[in-house]
């Protein structure tokens, strides 16, 4: 059975910083492509940030320069750092392992950034 356990969201002032963490398991976690998405309320949701398997990353225009996407493989374990926060970035956040046979979502877990 696949999991996606995403941790590490909650409420924060606007320039704070968090760590998503997005835990696999039932996979093979090195043969996947990560990715964190969001969707706000009344909005579709979109990338924000991706990592292959070879560890090239991209990132939407919105979050370059404040979200860092990282993995460890040993851990089976994806991250997103988030510093400076604005209150746009508010919304529920969502972890996604992707390969050419399948894809998988975590739960989601709530960002909320206000003063």
């Known amino acids: 059975q696949v999991q996606l356990v995403e941790s590490g969201g909650g409420l924060v002032q606007p320039g704070g910083s968090l760590r998503l963490s997005c835990a696999a398991s039932?996979?093979?976690?090195?043969?996947?492509?990560m990715g964190w998405y969001r969707q706000a309320p009344g909005k579709r949701r979109e990338l924000v940030a991706a990592i292959t398997r070879g560890g090239t990353t991209n990132y939407a225009d919105s979050v370059k320069g404040r979200f860092t996407i990282s993995r460890d493989n040993a851990k089976n374990t994806a991250y997103l750092q988030m510093n400076s926060l604005k209150p746009e970035d508010t919304a529920v956040y969502y972890c996604n392992a992707a390969s050419l046979k399948a894809a998988y979502w975590g739960q989601g877990t709530q960002v909320t950034v206000s003063s």
């Open positions: 039932g996979i093979i976690f090195s043969n996947y492509d």
